[in-house]
């Protein structure tokens, strides 16, 4: 019996856990905070009292009656008190899990629910900075954790090749307008045509040109008579207009010496029709 | 006739209007200028190598009759200097007015890029023509007083009332 009266003496009491307040509940008036806040806490501080307070009673009560009965009426009370602590942990266990159980499902709808009803992509547009995250952001470090080699091997290139239809590919560019973009010169500036040359193996190149059959129709799309005639007709001009020119200022020297010798002047008359 | 051989002459006259060359310092623009002594006397020169050859042509072609028909019997002819001199002197006024009358050029005008035309610079008529041809054969130093008159004019172009002119050169395309 002395046992189950110091069980009840040294319980842990939740109350003493707290700072003791004021009775009269003053401390609203020390606190500059909302009185909507205030009357909350208070209501529940002094519910937790009230019950602290009946709880006091009615073990102050219960050992005081306990130590007034006798023991063969102390005994059954005890084993009925036993009992019923037995049954309230059990009670308290099943109750824990079920509660934890239910707080999953509800936890697990609550949130699909939220899930489906709310626009994470517009919240996150419109609440989250997503430069300052991405500035925070260790790109090189991510990088390097990639295995660009495993996912490269994972692509089927050929397969995708072979899907593409390169002719309508192709016919959808402007070529002429990349070529315009390209400066040409420049590329070609920047060419060593030496070593192109080195490795290009003219003997097979020329050993595969008929090159009788070549210049025969070189030979037949050159007019070699015209060619012979004009340069023939050419030289043959030059040397007449060079004798006409010499013939002309002969003349002209012949007429003004002769001018000079008669006191006539230059006698080179244009002819009167 | 005398319509046709007008529109011949006009024609003659007015479409040899082709532009010197730079080189010379003439234009097509330019007046039409009388040749002068040094010109007219390599013509004449020329002229003269044409008749010569023209001659000789002649020569052997009576020599190649002559031996086509009695070959056994061959032997050089021998001209006499009197049918020389009169055959140089035919072929050659029979060769300046043939040429003269065409087109107021000979082998040796058009080499050197001169005409003969008339005072008023039309193609010579065929007597005229003739006349020239007889008188330049006959007495060829009336040539030199071209080097005495104002208007570059020999005896023969006093006489007939020709004149010989700067041709236009033709083009080079010609």
Redesign the interface.
């Known amino acids: 019996m002395s046992k189950v009266l110091l069980m009840f003496q040294q319980a842990p009491d939740p109350d003493t856990a707290h700072p003791p307040m004021d009775q009269t509940g003053s401390a609203a008036s020390s606190t500059p905070e909302s009185s909507g806040h205030w009357l909350v806490r208070n209501a529940a501080e002094l519910t937790r009292r009230s019950v602290g307070l009946a709880g006091q009673s009615v073990q102050a009560f219960g050992s005081s009656v306990v130590h007034a009965l006798p023991d063969f009426v102390a005994k059954p009370v005890m084993a009925a008190v036993d009992v019923v602590q037995t049954g309230g942990r059990a009670v308290e266990t099943a109750c824990k899990t079920s509660a934890d159980a239910a707080m999953r499902v509800t936890i697990r709808l609550v949130v699909e629910i939220a899930l489906s009803e709310l626009d994470l992509n517009e919240i996150v547009r419109n609440h989250v900075d997503l430069n300052a995250l991405a500035a925070q952001l260790d790109i090189d470090e991510v990088a390097s954790r990639i295995d660009i080699g495993a996912i490269v091997d994972r692509v089927d290139i050929m397969g995708i090749v072979g899907d593409l239809d390169l002719d309508r590919i192709v016919d959808s560019v402007d070529l002429n307008r990349q070529i315009n973009r390209v400066d040409l010169n420049a590329v070609a500036e920047r060419i060593n045509p030496d070593p192109l040359v080195a490795r290009a193996n003219l003997e097979a190149v020329i050993a595969r040109i008929d090159l009788i059959a070549l210049a025969d129709s070189i030979i037949d799309g050159i007019d070699l008579p015209k060619i012979i005639r004009q340069s023939t ?2 030289i043959s ?1 030059e040397a ?2 060079g ?3 010499q ?2 200022n ?3 020297a ?2 003004g010496f ?1 001018g000079r010798l ?1 006191g ?1 002047g230059d ?5 009167s ?1 | 006739m005398r319509a046709r051989r007008r529109r011949r002459e006009s024609f003659v006259v007015n479409h040899p209007a082709v532009p010197l ?1 730079a ?2 310092g003439e234009s097509a623009d330019d ?9 007219r006397a ?1 013509v004449a020169a020329v002229d003269t190598f044409v008749v010569f050859l023209l001659v000789a042509l002649m020569y052997f072609g009576l020599v190649f009759v002559r031996l086509l028909f009695d070959p056994r019997a061959f032997s050089w002819p021998s001209i006499g200097t009197f049918f020389s001199v009169t055959a140089c002197l035919g072929v050659a006024v029979i060769y300046l007015t043939f040429w003269w009358a065409m087109s107021g050029r000979t082998i040796g005008s058009a ?3 001169v005409r003969l ?1 008339s ?3 039309t193609v010579v008529r065929w007597a005229a023509a003739f006349a020239r041809a007889l008188l330049c054969v006959i007495f060829p130093f009336g040539l030199i007083w071209v ?6 004019r020999s005896l023969q172009d006093i006489l007939l009332r020709t ?1 010989v ?2 041709d236009r ?1 033709p083009s ?1 395309d010609e």
């Open positions: 007709s050419s001009s007449v207009r004798v006409r020119s013939s002309m002969a003349d002209d012949v007429a002769m008669f006539k006698a080179s008359p244009a002819t029709t | 060359p080189e010379d007046p039409i200028r009388p040749a002068g002594i040094v010109t390599l080499l050197l890029g035309t005072h008023r610079l080097v005495f008159d104002s208007r570059r004149a002119v700067y050169q080079q």
